[in-house]
């Protein structure tokens, strides 16, 4: 885990994952709502409770809902690049929030028998932004790799 640099001024943050699945499956991992629910959210999401819908092409929307801290959370936003297998890019908003929006991208290499998976986050609106969703992501990960465990 790095920070990366800020763009425009604004915090960024950049995870790094080796999954012990290939590419393909990683990536239908983040693109397949039956799959998606399976290890979306922070640590403490309440499993039964995450929701996916997901329109897959360039210019169609996400959104993922789930509940976490006795607390509803909705997140959505716009495929901006799709390379099948390689990288994802979308916007994010919170739906309590959407003038927040910040850029998401997502990219899977081969690595061996497994992929690494790079996760970069920018344009969050402060600090304090791009901390919580540090912690999220974080938690978010480890539970995409015990999905590929």
Known sequence: MSAAPK????PSLTLKRRL?????K???AWTDPSKIIHWFGPEGTISESVR???DL???GRFSVAFRFNDENHKVG???????????LVFSWAWHTTPERESLVTVLTKS???GTMLTLMHEQFFDEAAA?????GWTGTLNKLERYFA
């Open 7 to 10: 763009l425009a001024g604004k």
């Open 20 to 24: 012990n699945a290939p590419p393909e």
């Open 26 to 28: 990683v990536f239908a």
């Open 52 to 54: 996916a819908e997901i």
């Open 57 to 59: 092409r360039v210019g």
């Open 77 to 87: 936003g716009v495929y901006r690049e799709i390379v099948p297998n390689e990288k």
């Open 111 to 113: 690595d061996g028998d």
């Open 131 to 135: 901390e919580g969703h540090k912690r």
